[in-house]
């Protein structure tokens, strides 16, 4: 129990230097992982698609707290540039200046939603599971397109979470459980950044 207990905890912290998940996550291998399921992914086919797409210039970047988290931008850029790809708002997708000039900007941002989430995992940890607790982090993604011609950028925003109880502690309400964090973060990401561009192809600003 105890060599297990020590492989999963290494687990897990590998995955939390990775997408920065603190507390619980990072600290007990009695963690379990839920997507909340309040942002659904939309389906590219409903996306309001332009009457002559463009190419664009796509930059993208993970955040925690704001701050730029290199490892995990790393880790989900192909990801979401096949999702960009994948949407038909664009012609061609590219990391360089393209033709016209039009940049779209997506940004993730980690933000804990949880307060003292530190010393809830070290509580349950210490008693090895009979102590319940669940820490949520928030996640927030801004999307900003600047078309050929354009002066302003048309921004959209969309929000999500990620659950994590640790020891006796009941499932969230209105979420999906995941086998691990990187699962549960690909999966939010694909969904949050769907709803984003959703907005942005229904904006009829966005031509």
Same mark, same amino acid.
Request: proline letters at 0%.
């Given at each position: 129990m105890r060599n297990e207990f020590s492989a999963m905890s290494a687990g897990l912290r590998r995955a939390a230097s990775v997408f920065a998940l603190v507390g619980a996550a990072a600290l007990t291998g009695c963690a379990t992982h839920y997507v909340d399921g309040t942002t659904k992914e939309v389906n590219a086919a409903q996306f309001r698609k332009p009457v002559q797409a463009k190419p664009v210039q796509l930059v993208f970047e993970f955040q925690t707290k704001g701050v730029a988290n290199a490892q995990a931008t790393e880790f989900l850029k192909a990801q979401v540039t096949e999702q960009v790809q994948g949407s038909g708002l664009f012609s061609q997708v590219d990391n360089k200046p393209v033709a016209g000039g039009a940049l779209l900007s997506v940004t993730l941002n980690n933000v804990p939603l949880t307060d003292d989430a530190f010393s809830k995992g070290v509580a349950a940890g210490l008693t090895f599971g009979l102590a319940g607790s669940q820490v949520s982090d928030g996640y927030v993604c801004t999307v900003k397109y600047l078309g050929n011609g354009q002066t302003d950028a048309l921004t959209k925003t969309a929000r999500h979470a990620i659950h994590t109880t640790v020891g006796a502690s009941k499932t969230p309400d209105n979420a999906v459980k995941v086998e691990n964090i990187e699962a549960g973060v690909r999966l939010m990401t694909? *969904?949050?950044? #769907?709803? $984003?561009?959703?907005?942005? #192809? *229904?904006? $009829? $600003?966005?031509?």
């Open positions: 694909r *969904q949050i950044v #769907s709803t $984003a561009l959703n907005d942005l #192809s *229904q904006d $009829a $600003a966005f031509k």
